[in-house]
């Protein structure tokens, strides 16, 4: 079952975001009988039931909320409540990077409070599989549940334990780490990744960056990426156009590799080339 | 069939990204009997057939070649080189915003040569549809073509059709549009979406987010947000880490929108908040 | 007399910047017998008089206060509490591309609380001059006042007069607006400017852009620039280098043009060129 | 004498800036009787001479020339074509942040191809000192006589000496080090400058801003910021206005520090504050 099935009215139980006068969102799931309490008023669900998405409905206090199907990126965001987790911006370019999609196998590690496991989750699908890692059992109970709320918990296998004891998995596609010390486990990462496999990691300091290059480097991992996305919003006002005055200014830097054969030292094509990022030419 | 099946050797007839050691990239078909020609030598496919992806292979000249088994992103660049099209950071994002993921329902226009396609319908997978309207009849064709040769195109349904005539479909759950104009089509698109549905596109001058605002604002939709990605490059070398020296400023504004019914005159939540892409606190 | 003289120890009557434990910033001047009051105790200044700059003193109730003395950014972002002013990034980047250096005259309206006037007057120095107009009496108090403080009063000429009734100058080496609608001005501008001068301003919103733009076409303004600035500030923690989370993405857009001769219609080079602005490789 | 002096015509021996119709922009002295040999023609000085600036005149070909006074960010520019110099974006805000204005006295070190000495020279005036040491006989050489050019020379003393050796200077101002090895000479940056002096400086990769940060806080220098400017160009076009498509995506980190008094260990103010930088809210 996906995160937001195709429907075009609410069906009982499905998930609901209802978003206040004031911008506030609630994510409910839309049992009948049940109800939303907030300090604008009740909405009692069976009010919801059989509505078409983007209405608008009222409170007991006259409050309009509306009525919205949530996206992956807003549910994603409503988990980052809980816990330090990661930004859509980054997860997105993740995905894409990873090549992440219908039918593929990924390890990741740790779970944490399991928003970047709802979209691997999600983007694998019901013929994939994520394999989540977690050392800390009440995290991977807080994703868990994150999981079985959105129905992806039958697309992934969580796993409690300290990966320094290694992965079980052999020929994974794609394996992601979100820890801060990804160059302690490499030697793990490259018996888990099939050759040639994506692996990815994001790190908040430039000095965890400078050790995993160099760990990469003696793993002879390969066509090795370091970078960042900034993402920047304007005010969505059609004759006052300009950018939001602030902005998020750091998530983590991003770093993939390719884990790469050989049984002698390699010599990769000039990794550091500025072309490699630049489409304009045909070359 | 996923564009790059869960494979740890390079089988008959699959995708291939060879890398040569100027960091020029192919990509071709795996076809027993086949070859490459390169001016650094002749690859044979029949001496990649059968080898571990991640290996390294020689050409007749001795040239040493990268065998990777290519991902979205790579091929979503390499796409790119035969017309203007879309960038990785700004596709994964779109995907996650509109909630793109498998058994969704999305309509693009236009098709383009086909590189938010390929993205579309590898997210979407075989229990969802990517509808793609396009008026050039050669520019549909070549984006066949590349999702043919991706074993995507069954994903997609292919439309020759200016959209001025408006969509065929109804209550679909996401719309894209990558087209100049975006602001002459609202009401076809109000149309084909579902109540509540998810519409984006990308504009790469000021000039258009204007008028597409105000456009949007006329036919009530709302949650509207415009942002611009920056992905920015390290030089991946250990201990001289640091930017690259330029970078790609600008592909284009990304404008999400929410479809919202409604008979009378809407009062959306203070839009322009800057709290609302703020979630370091609980409210 | 300069803002900070060279002076290596405090002097009876200089400006002094008090940094508390806490980090905040107070300017006085260092007058005998006086005293600053703080939630920390009390600061008395002839306990001041005669330390080297850089000392640590204490208030009365035992708290390190750090004794530094201003530079030009330090008293720009205290000017900038009692409005809004500009930055220390767009005003640095002004300065250089306006010409503003001693011996300098250059117009600026409006004055403001005086933050672009104390930076203008201080560049120019005693032998340049700034003038400076202002439509409401109450702003050019203040900025009256700021500069006062700073001795840099005699260097402007302070004028108060709604631009719409145009310059007193002619020949003026520079021009600066921060001003809403500096496109309601240029014929004024161009009046005032010497010919080949240079015109500057800062504008919040695209539309203001647009709208300037296409008013300095009309008047044969030529070699224009637009462009913006950000400063991305880093925690300095030498191992956990990393950019602050958050920054400010926007002040405003910076315009700068220049005034050129002519009896008939101009053709300028490529303006739009990026070449301009790329200067690596010698033409 | 200034760079440009406030003439609003052509003076015999008065520095030009003559801009082609394809943007090639030379710089020449209006010597009576010269010319200047270009591939569109010659265009003779005694044909400028006497013009007033922002005129177009003709060479011998008939190609137009714009006459422009040039101003301090052209030159710069310029000058960096002879090697690897500083950028606008950065000298300004080094300025504003160092203090540099008339009167003052500023070490610098090396003095490369002097352009930054150029916009020291011109900024601290003929009240106001750059001292400015080069190891490189050739680098000097280049510098003072860029420095004649502009008539700045008089504003700077030259001083060919490796830094290792100490500055000869105490009690200076400001001190700025484009150097890669800062760190090796915090204690010759102490002693040369006066206590709470402005010290900065430039640097390429995050390992070296590293190893500074590190010198910095064992030599007790205080208020430490590290930063770096990011400036996008626009296309000033006011119909399809839009970034230019690439950009400079990094020069340099700005690294900049306080020199602070003390016998003993110093507990700072909390440096890593972001409120240091945000300046919306009085405290």
């Not at 409910?28 to 008023?41: E, S």
């Not at 390969?222 to 750091?250: Q, S, W």
């Amino acid at each position: 079952m996906a995160i937001t099935p195709s429907s075009t009215t609410v069906h009982p139980g499905e998930l609901v975001q209802l978003v206040s006068p004031s911008n506030k969102i609630y994510f409910v799931r839309a049992i009948p009988g049940g109800d939303l309490q907030t300090h604008r008023g009740v909405v009692r669900f069976d009010d919801l039931i059989g509505l078409p998405w983007g209405s608008q409905i009222f409170s007991h206090l006259g409050s309009t909320f509306f009525l919205l199907q949530p996206g992956l990126a807003d549910i994603i965001k409503e988990t980052r409540r809980n816990t330090q987790i990661m930004y859509p911006k980054d997860i997105g370019f993740i995905l894409m990077t990873l090549n992440i999609g219908p039918g593929v196998r990924v390890i990741e590690a740790g779970t944490g409070s399991g928003a970047m496991t709802t979209a691997l989750a999600w983007a694998v699908g019901t013929t994939g599989k994520v394999i989540s890692y977690e050392a800390r059992p009440e995290m991977q109970n807080l994703a868990r549940k994150n999981l079985d709320r959105l129905d992806l918990a039958s697309n992934v296998e969580f796993k409690l334990r300290d990966i320094a004891e290694g992965f079980d998995e052999q020929n994974v596609d794609s394996l992601f780490l979100d820890l801060p010390n990804p160059y302690d486990y490499m030697a793990h990462v490259q018996r888990a990744l099939k050759p040639g496999g994506f692996f990815g990691c994001i790190l908040p300091t430039f000095n965890q960056v400078e050790k995993l290059l160099l760990t990469l480097y003696q793993y002879q991992f390969g066509f090795t990426d370091v970078c960042e996305i900034l993402l920047r919003y304007y005010k969505p006002v059609h004759n006052r156009l300009r950018p939001t005055d602030r902005m998020v200014a750091h998530t983590g830097y991003l770093i993939f590799s390719r884990s790469i054969l050989s049984n002698e030292k390699i010599t990769f094509p000039q990794e550091d080339s500025e072309a490699n990022h630049e489409f304009n030419q045909p070359d």
